[in-house]
């Protein structure tokens, strides 16, 4: 069984993809021919750069939704939480240890 790859393009070829959709609509054409276009010309599928539209009009305000740095802001939110969670189960687990050593170890009087 094989196994696809993605392809990673560059950010700045992201960039430039996204410029010449733009351009390209200016100049007459639908965003979809566009996108087509480009496209086949940068070794992308079309839904692939669609979708660096989409997020490039979300990134300049022309669309709803979160933007990029939206979107590394919660993922690193995220991650932290994450890691506070491990870091609290880990202190839980330790005071139950020690909180049982404490009981189980002789009186003295």
């Given amino acids: 069984m094989t196994q696809k ?3 990673q393009f560059s950010p700045e070829l992201r960039e430039r993809a ?3 959709v733009q351009d390209r609509e200016r100049e007459g054409g639908t965003q979809w021919e566009s996108v087509g276009a480009i496209a086949a010309k940068i070794g992308c599928s079309r ?7 989409r997020q490039g009009e979300r990134d300049a305000g022309q669309r709803p939704g979160l ?4 979107q590394e ?3 690193a939110l995220e991650r932290e939480v994450r890691e506070l969670r491990q870091a ?8 139950a240890y020690f909180a049982q050593a404490e009981l189980d170890r002789p009186f003295k009087r």
């Fill in 5 to 7: 790859t993605a392809k």
């Fill in 18 to 20: 996204v410029r010449m």
């Fill in 47 to 53: 839904e692939t750069l669609r979708r660096w539209v």
């Fill in 67 to 70: 933007t990029t740095e939206d």
């Fill in 73 to 75: 802001r919660i993922k």
């Fill in 88 to 95: 609290n189960e880990i202190l839980r687990k330790a005071s």
